[in-house]
T-cell receptor
Framework: GAVVSQHPSRVICKSGTSVKIECRSLDFQATTMFWYRQFPKKSLMLMATSNEGSKATYEQGVEKDKFLINHASLTLSTLTVTSAHPEDSSFYIC??????????FGSGTRLTVV | AQTVTQSQPEMSVQEAETVTLSCTYDTSENNYYLFWYKQPPSRQMILVIRQEAYKQQNATENRFSVNFQKAAKSFSLKISDSQLGDTAMYFCAFILTNAGKSTFGDGTTLTVKP
């Protein structure tokens, strides 16, 4: 079946630095990927829709300059958290696919900013 | 805009018993899909079951089945013969046929007790 690989699974960074999270579709091409943020025991909050070869579409309230999304190929989307601060600490998940088949999710990245 | 409501934040069930998780949604559209996803403590999102809105027959996947009531906009998940490994957070999700992003409910945390 479809597999989405997400790396790293955990990352700790210092406040003010940037962190890049990668999401790869391993056995299918994904023209669209989605990035979510999830707080403990809460639902997934859609941050942005990543479109291959074009700009990402951000949800209302999500800072475009802080959460940079790049979708340079049909199998890779990246989320860069720039100038990270402790309030950016969270669990970030990507997904691909969708519509009738349902999404395939990455395994998530736990970001801790110290 | 579509909304998805899961009215049971937490539920518990004894091992081998049956439990039903509720989900209601609101949409003015006629063509869509509904899903149940499972998120165990590992936080990996796993597709449990899917239902096409145009199909009257309820979807089943082994011990998991749904009760889809389109007129009532209800989509409940029944888990039979509950197992300890079913302990997880369960999310109901909705997606329009021609749209990319899903709407997720707030989730129900299910605990299966030995």
């Amino acid at each position: 079946g479809a597999v989405v690989s997400q790396h790293p699974s955990r990352v700790i960074c210092k406040s003010g630095t940037s962190v890049k999270i990668e999401c790869r579709s391993l056995d299918f091409q994904a023209t669209t990927m989605f990035w979510y943020r999830q707080f403990p025991k809460k639902s997934l909050m859609l941050m942005a829709t990543s479109n291959e070869g074009s700009k990402a579409t951000y949800e209302q309230g999500v800072e475009k300059d802080k959460f940079l999304i790049n979708h340079a190929s049909l199998t890779l989307s990246t989320l860069t958290v720039t100038s990270a601060h402790p309030e950016d600490s969270s669990f970030y998940i990507c997904s691909a696919g969708g519509t009738g088949g349902g999404y395939t999710f990455g395994s998530g990245t736990r970001l801790t900013v110290v | 805009a579509q909304t998805v409501t899961q009215s049971q934040p937490e539920m518990s069930v004894q091992e081998a018993e049956t439990v039903t998780l509720s989900c209601t949604y609101d949409t003015s559209e006629n063509n869509y899909y509904l899903f149940w996803y499972k998120q165990p403590p590992s936080r990996q999102m796993i597709l449990v079951i899917r239902q096409e809105a145009y199909k009257q027959q309820n979807a089943t996947e082994n011990r998991f089945s749904v009760n889809f009531q389109k007129a009532a906009k209800s989509f409940s998940l029944k888990i039979s013969d509950s197992q300890l490994g079913d302990t997880a957070m369960y999310f109901c999700a909705f997606i329009l046929t021609n749209a990319g992003k899903s709407t997720f409910g707030d989730g129900t945390t299910l605990t299966v007790k030995p």
